[in-house]
């Protein structure tokens, strides 16, 4: 038996010797294990695609969860003997790691605009190439078998070609237009975010009852008076019997030092019991307001701008920013004798995600995805939908998910789902900064060309802008297997991918966006099932965040506990869709547990020293009735992997090791190997070896690096060497 068994197990003596076993193996390239022999190249293939982490920074006990899960499901299907793809990269994450870069500046007293677009963009590459590396360093430590020649970036040159790829394809076909709408305007980061990146807060408010002048015949309510110099319509309800009389009536005034006319208006939308029911439009500066002005051809009135401070009005309105502006405007309807009623109130106040800015609602010429549109149909596999068929994003989104071509587990995130794209507004896919890939669209005087390359010629300009980040990792699942080269091997055999796991925040982020992309411009589903983890929280189910103080750092719990522990930690009692609590005692447990096993290998090492497993060996017939067990639970263990049910199979062979087979059979054969026939003990130790290998071969997708420790001394001469490349057992 081998000494090291002699003392504790240690993962820190382990981890990192196993993990160089495996890169230089090269075997979690699939094409590899097909050279080797280890793998049938005609094998039904298995891929999913590692969701790129954001180039920010460090991964977090979230990103460890997601990379547990994910590995168990690769390390699974390969040891099922399929040509099994993990393929790994990163996402630029535009506004994400811009935003990083230029408060590392502030601390330089450096404004990007200083340095120029060039220079800003090298120091936010090298930022993001120090992240990208720190990232990928995290992925090996948690024993994540990804293959890493393979590895994409979301800004590289063939991802970059993919995006200018799938933007000139869609604007021919008429989905991608150009124009002035209502965005979300980040004053700060200065540049719109998606409805998605807008984080809603309650917060106090005031709601202010008020007449617009002496004149005007009936008051109306906000929580935004300053906004009210921008109004140009009231709307009513058209069943509301108090303002009847008024609908179709033009009125004019002066409203804080800046002149004003009004039409009153009915719109169903208008709730007659909010408020006084009666609502001032102002469609420059409410996604709510914009719509009732185009339903009912309003003009527009721009009233603050993009540093979130006021264009018009009177001394103490005009250039200052809107919530100083506020209450200007309050003392001067006070003032006018024109407050009626002042009462506090919570209101739902947007955010920037990434600034924490107070968003502002702006009209913006901008780049849009219209999800209504009707298109033809690709060359189509998605099931009910002929080629040519007119179609638009939105319904193809639905369709793929209705018609269960895509399942999403829990199947209780179908129904979130369906209201996000059933409200699905058009896509804003521009962005106001530098970090990105440039809108491949140029300019020429009043000429436009738009396409995969710069048209040739000096005076052709390109559009400053960037796309949305969620515009490339939109097309993750292809892009990365060589589209729009349909040829490519990597495409041929890979995609449609079979899984994509995820966190279920970002269902709306980039689930949706993926499938959006992959139907049209496929004409083909990017993934069979979604498999949505939780968030990871603290020991008392408390959201993880800085002001808190309780984010864990996988690597120091790695550094403690070792890898195998942290993963049984994640993975047992948490099923799809469902939150984590991390108690370190938890992953201290898991430690034992690995220590456990250590000690069981050391007891049948050493009772097993002289033979060698006899795969046709006659067993007693108390052996048979265990081993009759062990197959009844094993069929059942693998049942579950196919369906996803990790959390059950990990509990489970945690308790058959522990409490069946060291508890009990251990127990048992130290008494047979004391007292029982020759016959018996021999059938005892095949037995224990038997299952000891079994048992390891199971738990090596949860806890690979002591099971594959473990198998160096396990395996017969005629095993294979890495237990990685071993076949799942069947029974």
Same mark, same amino acid.
């Given at each position: 038996?081998?000494?090291?068994?002699?003392?504790?197990?240690?993962?820190?003596?382990?981890?990192?010797?196993?993990?160089?076993?495996?890169?230089?193996?090269?075997?979690?390239?699939?094409?590899?294990?097909?050279?080797?022999?280890?793998?049938?190249?005609?094998?039904?293939?298995?891929?999913?695609?590692?969701?790129?982490?954001?180039?920010?920074?460090?991964?977090?006990?979230?990103?460890?969860?997601?990379?547990?899960?994910?590995?168990?499901? &690769? /390390?699974?299907? !390969?040891?099922?003997?399929?040509? @099994?793809?993990?393929?790994?990269?990163?996402?630029?994450?535009? #506004? *994400? =790691?811009?935003?990083?870069?230029?408060?590392?500046?502030?601390?330089?007293?450096?404004?990007?605009?200083?340095?120029?677009?060039?220079?800003?963009?090298?120091?936010?590459?090298?930022?993001?190439?120090?992240?990208?590396?720190?990232?990928?360093?995290?992925?090996?430590?948690?024993?994540?078998?990804?293959?890493?020649?393979?590895?994409?970036?979301?800004?590289?040159?063939?991802?970059?070609?993919?995006?200018?790829?799938?933007?000139?394809?869609?604007?021919?076909?008429?989905?991608?237009?150009?124009?002035?709408?209502?965005?979300?305007?980040?004053?700060?980061?200065?540049?719109?975010?998606?409805?998605?990146?807008? &984080? /809603?807060?309650? !917060?106090?408010?005031?709601?202010? @009852?008020?007449?617009?002048?002496?004149?005007?015949?009936?008051? #109306? *309510? =906000?929580?935004?008076?300053?906004?009210?110099?921008?109004?140009?319509?009231?709307?009513?309800?058209?069943?509301?019997?108090?303002?009847?009389?008024?609908?179709?009536?033009?009125?004019?005034?002066?409203?804080?030092?800046?002149?004003?006319?009004?039409?009153?208006?009915?719109?169903?939308?208008?709730?007659?019991?909010?408020?006084?029911?009666?609502?001032?439009?102002?469609?420059?500066?409410?996604?709510?307001?914009?719509?009732?002005?185009?339903?009912?051809?309003?003009?527009?009135?721009?009233?603050?701008?993009?540093?979130?401070?006021?264009?018009?009005?009177?001394?103490?309105?005009?250039?200052?920013?809107?919530?100083?502006?506020?209450?200007?405007?309050?003392?001067?309807?006070?003032?006018?004798?024109?407050?009626?009623?002042?009462?506090?109130?919570?209101?739902?106040?947007?955010?920037?995600?990434?600034?924490?800015?107070?968003?502002?609602?702006?009209?913006?010429?901008?780049?849009?995805?219209?999800?209504?549109?009707?298109?033809?149909?690709?060359?189509?596999?998605?099931?009910?939908?002929?080629?040519?068929?007119?179609?638009?994003?939105?319904?193809?989104?639905?369709?793929?998910?209705?018609?269960?071509?895509?399942?999403?587990?829990?199947?209780?995130?179908?129904?979130?789902?369906?209201?996000?794209?059933?409200?699905?507004?058009?896509?804003?896919?521009?962005?106001?900064?530098?970090?990105?890939?440039?809108?491949?669209?140029?300019?020429?005087?009043?000429?436009?060309?738009?396409?995969?390359?710069?048209?040739?010629?000096?005076?052709?300009?390109?559009?400053?802008?960037?796309?949305?980040?969620?515009?490339?990792?939109?097309?993750?699942?292809?892009?990365?297997?060589?589209?729009?080269?349909?040829?490519?091997?990597?495409?041929?055999?890979?995609?449609?991918?079979?899984?994509?796991?995820?966190?279920?925040?970002?269902?709306?982020?980039?689930?949706?966006?993926?499938?959006?992309?992959?139907?049209?411009?496929?004409?083909?589903?990017?993934?069979?099932?979604?498999?949505?983890?939780?968030?990871?929280?603290?020991?008392?189910?408390?959201?993880?965040?800085?002001?808190?103080?309780?984010?864990?750092?996988?690597?120091?719990?790695?550094?403690?506990?070792?890898?195998?522990?942290?993963?049984?930690?994640?993975?047992?009692?948490?099923?799809?869709?469902?939150?984590?609590?991390?108690?370190?005692?938890?992953?201290?447990?898991?430690?034992?547990?690995?220590?456990?096993?250590?000690?069981?290998?050391?007891?049948?090492?050493?009772?097993?020293?002289?033979?060698?497993?006899?795969?046709?060996?006659?067993?007693?017939?108390?052996?048979?009735?265990?081993?009759?067990?062990?197959?009844?639970?094993?069929?059942?263990?693998?049942?579950?992997?196919?369906?996803?049910?990790?959390?059950?199979?990990?509990?489970?062979?945690?308790?058959?090791?522990?409490?069946?087979?060291?508890?009990?059979?251990?127990?048992?054969?130290?008494?047979?190997?004391?007292?029982?026939?020759?016959?018996?003990?021999?059938?005892?130790?095949?037995?224990?070896?038997?299952?000891?290998?079994?048992?390891?071969?199971?738990?090596?997708?949860?806890?690979?690096?002591?099971?594959?420790?473990?198998?160096?001394?396990?395996?017969?001469?005629?095993?294979?060497?890495?237990?990685?490349?071993?076949?799942?057992?069947?029974?």
């Amino acid at each position: 038996m081998n000494e090291k068994y002699l003392q504790p197990y240690n993962a820190e003596n382990v981890e990192d010797a196993i993990s160089k076993i495996w890169e230089e193996s090269g075997f979690y390239n699939p094409d590899e294990m097909i050279k080797a022999g280890l793998t049938d190249p005609n094998a039904e293939a298995f891929s999913i695609v590692l969701p790129p982490p954001n180039v920010t920074g460090t991964l977090h006990t979230g990103h460890a969860s997601m990379l547990a899960i994910q590995d168990i499901m &690769v /390390r699974y299907h !390969r040891m099922l003997g399929k040509r @099994t793809l993990w393929l790994p990269g990163t996402d630029h994450a535009a #506004i *994400a =790691t811009q935003s990083k870069v230029e408060k590392l500046l502030q601390k330089e007293k450096i404004r990007k605009h200083d340095l120029g677009r060039k220079a800003f963009l090298e120091r936010v590459n090298t930022f993001a190439q120090d992240s990208h590396d720190t990232i990928v360093s995290q992925c090996k430590k948690m024993g994540a078998s990804l293959d890493w020649s393979r590895e994409a970036f979301t800004l590289d040159k063939e991802r970059e070609h993919a995006v200018y790829t799938a933007f000139t394809q869609m604007y021919n076909d008429g989905l991608i237009y150009q124009k002035e709408r209502i965005v979300n305007w980040d004053p700060k980061g200065q540049t719109t975010i998606s409805d998605d990146e807008v &984080v /809603r807060e309650n !917060r106090k408010g005031t709601m202010y @009852t008020f007449k617009y002048s002496h004149d005007f015949p009936f008051p #109306i *309510a =906000t929580t935004r008076p300053e906004t009210k110099l921008g109004d140009t319509a009231v709307a009513v309800h058209p069943e509301d019997k108090r303002y009847q009389e008024y609908i179709g009536n033009e009125y004019s005034f002066n409203f804080a030092g800046e002149d004003v006319t009004v039409k009153i208006v009915a719109d169903e939308h208008v709730d007659p019991e909010f408020g006084v029911g009666a609502l001032g439009v102002t469609p420059a500066h409410s996604v709510a307001d914009w719509d009732i002005a185009q339903r009912h051809n309003l003009p527009l009135k721009q009233v603050i701008n993009e540093y979130g401070k006021m264009i018009v009005g009177m001394e103490g309105v005009k250039d200052v920013k809107v919530a100083a502006a506020r209450e200007a405007v309050v003392e001067w309807l006070k003032s006018e004798g024109l407050l009626l009623v002042k009462e506090d109130t919570i209101q739902s106040v947007g955010t920037a995600e990434r600034t924490g800015a107070v968003i502002e609602p702006l009209p913006k010429l901008q780049w849009w995805i219209d999800v209504n549109k009707k298109f033809p149909a690709k060359d189509s596999k998605i099931e009910d939908i002929e080629k040519g068929q007119m179609v638009s994003l939105k319904e193809l989104m639905l369709h793929v998910v209705r018609n269960e071509q895509i399942d999403i587990l829990p199947s209780r995130f179908e129904k979130t789902y369906f209201n996000w794209i059933e409200n699905l507004r058009d896509w804003n896919i521009s962005r106001q900064i530098w970090y990105g890939h440039r809108i491949p669209v140029w300019y020429k005087g009043d000429d436009i060309f738009v396409g995969t390359e710069a048209p040739s010629g000096d005076d052709w300009k390109q559009d400053e802008d960037t796309l949305d980040t969620w515009f490339s990792s939109g097309l993750w699942t292809f892009s990365t297997l060589g589209w729009p080269n349909t040829e490519s091997d990597d495409f041929k055999t890979y995609h449609p991918t079979n899984i994509l796991e995820t966190g279920h925040d970002i269902i709306f982020f980039w689930v949706a966006r993926m499938i959006l992309m992959t139907t049209y411009l496929l004409g083909d589903i990017p993934f069979e099932t979604v498999y949505l983890h939780g968030l990871v929280r603290d020991a008392k189910g408390r959201k993880m965040s800085k002001s808190l103080g309780n984010i864990i750092d996988p690597v120091d719990l790695i550094g403690k506990y070792g890898t195998d522990a942290l993963r049984m930690a994640l993975i047992v009692g948490n099923g799809p869709g469902g939150d984590v609590n991390l108690d370190e005692n938890k992953i201290k447990a898991y430690s034992k547990f690995g220590n456990k096993l250590w000690n069981i290998t050391r007891f049948v090492l050493t009772e097993t020293e002289s033979i060698n497993l006899d795969k046709d060996f006659e067993y007693s017939l108390r052996d048979q009735e265990l081993i009759k067990e062990q197959e009844e639970l094993f069929q059942e263990l693998t049942k579950e992997m196919n369906e996803f049910k990790y959390y059950l199979v990990s509990e489970k062979l945690y308790h058959y090791t522990w409490d069946t087979f060291a508890s009990e059979i251990l127990e048992e054969s130290k008494t047979i190997f004391e007292n029982g026939s020759t016959e018996e003990i021999h059938s005892r130790r095949q037995f224990l070896l038997h299952s000891l290998k079994m048992i390891v071969t199971m738990l090596h997708p949860f806890m690979p690096f002591i099971t594959e420790e473990i198998w160096k001394d396990l395996k017969n001469n005629d095993d294979r060497d890495i237990l990685m490349t071993v076949s799942w057992p069947t029974l």
